[in-house]
């Protein structure tokens, strides 16, 4: 069943409830047959410890979560769910706590667990919540989000294999406004690859189809839907002036916001997977920064502004569901 998601352009929006626990790796699949959890009764005894602690949370981060809900693409009941789940996630890993972005990875979640009509409660939907963190843990595993720049640097790897007249193009742009293009390349694809293009897909059905066969098709695989998102802005890059700097590229890609849909650029992105050494160099790039970069996420206290993930044994159901255990 994973195979066929992935070569799928998305699956059945009723179906996200029961597929979504297996393709982030919290269920098993077992002959194209989903396992079920049955033990939803621990999931929603043990959010609901989380929750009776709430008022424990960083009284600053309350504030951050408040100010945040009201500009997710959400209302109503949906936005009192998360505002639970994203405190609960405070409670059980209080060094973590909340950073910008959660919000919107909640939001995701919350239309994959109810859009289709489904119910249950929020214990099961936290422990989901928790599941796709982990498993887009290069984002904020690291104090320094080191994690977003590999991909970067895997996304200009990629773009200099297969279109070395973009890629040049690319750090002429770039080289023109200064700063560390090596080590910190195409910025302008922060926001992107932090939050899985969730901003740029037309709607949240478009995100969740985008996600769920990233998901089946492989651990790096959204790296390459990333080059083929800058791949499709071809055109519009190359006609930019490079004297101009990276300004015009954020301006150029902020434009782009809720435009995207899924199926075309999965379909670039396999196109990519096909040509001759992509897929053996993407894997060479991840693999060989993990182990020659440290960890950095224990370097500064929180105050400092680091994102500092750090699994608590609060909970034996949710407990390394955290970024750390991916």
């Not at 901003?199 to 985008?210: I, S």
């Not at 996420?297 to 991916?326: N, Q, V, W």
């Amino acid at each position: 069943m994973c195979a066929q998601i992935a070569a799928s352009n998305g699956i059945m929006l009723e179906c996200r409830p029961m597929l979504w626990p297996a393709l982030v790796g919290l269920e098993p699949w077992a002959d194209d047959n989903l396992i079920i959890s049955d033990d939803d009764d621990a999931c929603e005894a043990e959010y609901a410890l989380l929750a009776s602690q709430v008022d424990t949370v960083d009284p600053s981060l309350v504030r951050t979560i408040d100010a945040d809900i009201p500009r997710t693409d959400m209302s109503g009941e949906r936005r009192v769910s998360l505002r639970a789940l994203l405190l609960a996630h405070c409670v059980l890993e209080p060094a973590w706590g909340y950073f910008q972005g959660m919000n919107e990875v909640g939001c995701v979640l919350l239309e994959a667990c109810e859009g289709g009509g489904g119910t249950g409660g929020l214990g099961r939907k936290f422990w989901l919540f928790r599941g796709v963190l982990a498993h887009s843990s290069d984002n904020w595993a690291r104090s320094d989000l080191g994690g977003v720049w590999r991909q970067a640097r895997a996304v200009q790897h990629i773009l200099d294999l297969v279109d070395k007249p973009l890629a040049a193009k690319l750090r002429a742009v770039e080289g023109a406004s200064g700063g560390p293009v090596h080590e910190q390349p195409l910025t302008f694809l922060f926001g992107p690859i932090f939050l899985r293009l969730k901003r740029e897909m037309a709607d949240l059905e478009q995100c969740m189809r985008l996600w769920e066969v990233c998901w089946a098709s492989g651990r790096y695989f959204h790296v390459l839907v990333i080059a083929a998102f800058v791949c499709m802005q071809r055109k519009a890059i190359l006609r930019l002036l490079s004297h101009r700097g990276i300004a015009e590229l954020h301006r150029l890609f902020g434009l782009l916001h809720g435009s995207q849909r899924a199926a075309p650029l999965l379909e670039a992105a396999r196109k990519l997977q096909q040509r001759l050494g992509v897929t053996q160099a993407l894997e060479q790039i991840m693999t060989a920064e993990i182990v020659s970069r440290p960890d950095h996420r224990h370097a500064e206290p929180r105050g400092s502004g680091d994102i500092i993930p750090t699994p608590s044994a609060t909970s034996s159901k949710f407990s390394g569901r955290g970024p750390l255990s991916a």
